[in-house]
Structures are given as structure tokens and as C-alpha cells.
């Protein structure tokens, strides 16, 4: 074949094919839309699927909250944990016979104790204490003080220094158990 013969059946094809350049962009076009349309589509699903795995965490996580509520509540009915100050009921003995008994004010009620006090060679008195979180507020005749628990170091007097299960009313004023 000829160069003339190559030209004449590149022309038949072409003729056969009937296609115009509107038509082959009409089809791109065509397709570009579909492509477009689908992307859109699967972005819709994502977002479908992100909300309904986010709204399954957050009622996961009000689920545990409501679990561990009743939890605690039902804890609460086995184990009570009790006032703080209550562990501090009994005898305790501070230097040169100062001395402190602490008893509940079972009239009172909860939180409320009587202290029976030496507090010094010369003053000792019966006065009404509060339980405070973890503290016992009290009046005597020198005015409002506190009662914490400490160890002997913060009694501030040197007698009670090595001990351990202490309480302080104030620098030179405390009382520990033996």
C-alpha cells in the first residue's frame, strides 16, 4: 500500500465514525458530571457514618456516667466512709498531764463531738466541737481554735516529736496517742 492508500483508509474511518466535536465533548462532560455526582455521594455516606459513630460514642459515654452513678450509689449503701474526725474519738495525752477526750455528741448528731480538755497546768474545761471536713472547731476561754491531726514534729514540743498519730491545736499545744 501507498502513502494514498493509508490516506484514503484513515479517511474511511474517520467517515464511518460520524462523531463530531460537540459530541465527544458532550460526553466528557457526561462523565465528568457522574464522577462528580459519585464523589458527592460517598462524601454524604462519610458524613452518615462519621454522625452515627459520634452520637454511638456520646451515648456510650452518658451510659458509663449513668453506670457509674448507680455504682457509686449502690457503694455508698455498702461502704460508709464516715465523718474524718470520727477516728479521732478516744484519749489522747499531750506533755506534763495536758490531756484530750474526744467523744461523739451522739445528741447532736453526726459531726458533733464533746472535747474533754487540759490544756494547760492550770485550765481544763468540757467544750463543744464541729467537725469541719477535716478538722474540729471549738471555743474555750482563749478563744476559737482548731484541732487537726498532725504528727509529733508539728506539735512543736519536742516530747511528742518521734510520734506519729498526733493532733494540734496549736505550735506548744497538742496531744498524741501512745
Same mark, same amino acid.
Given at each position: ?64 456516667? +449513668?453506670?457509674?452513678? =448507680? ?6 449503701? &455498702? ?6 474526725? #470520727? $477516728?479521732? /474519738? ?12 474526744? +467523744?461523739?455528741?451522739? =445528741? ?6 464533746? &472535747? ?6 492550770? #485550765? $481544763?474545761? /468540757? ?35 518521734t510520734k506519729k498519730d498526733c493532733l494540734t491545736v496549736k505550735p506548744g499545744e497538742g496531744?498524741?496517742?501512745?
Amino acid at each position: 500500500m501507498t502513502k494514498t492508500g493509508y490516506a484514503l483508509a484513515v479517511l474511511v474511518l474517520l467517515a464511518g465514525c460520524k462523531q463530531t466535536a460537540s459530541d465527544i465533548g458532550n460526553s466528557a462532560s457526561a462523565t465528568a458530571n457522574s464522577f462528580g455526582n459519585a464523589a458527592d455521594n460517598l462524601a454524604d455516606r462519610t458524613d452518615d457514618w462519621g454522625d452515627r459513630a459520634s452520637n454511638r460514642i456520646d451515648n456510650a459515654s452518658a451510659t458509663d456516667e +449513668a453506670r457509674i452513678g =448507680k455504682l457509686n450509689d449502690r457503694m455508698g449503701k &455498702l461502704v460508709d466512709p464516715g465523718i474524718p474526725t #470520727d $477516728k479521732w /474519738v478516744g484519749r489522747w495525752r499531750g506533755v506534763e498531764g495536758l490531756n484530750l477526750v474526744i +467523744a461523739k455528741d451522739e =445528741k447532736k448528731g453526726a459531726g458533733h463531738y464533746t &472535747l474533754t480538755q487540759q490544756y494547760t497546768l492550770d #485550765d $481544763k474545761g /468540757v467544750f463543744e466541737g464541729t467537725g469541719v471536713g477535716d478538722v474540729i472547731q471549738f471555743r474555750r476561754p482563749d478563744g476559737d481554735q482548731t484541732l487537726r491531726e498532725t504528727d509529733g514534729m508539728a506539735t512543736g514540743l519536742k516530747y511528742l516529736a518521734t510520734k506519729k498519730d498526733c493532733l494540734t491545736v496549736k505550735p506548744g499545744e497538742g496531744y498524741c496517742r501512745d
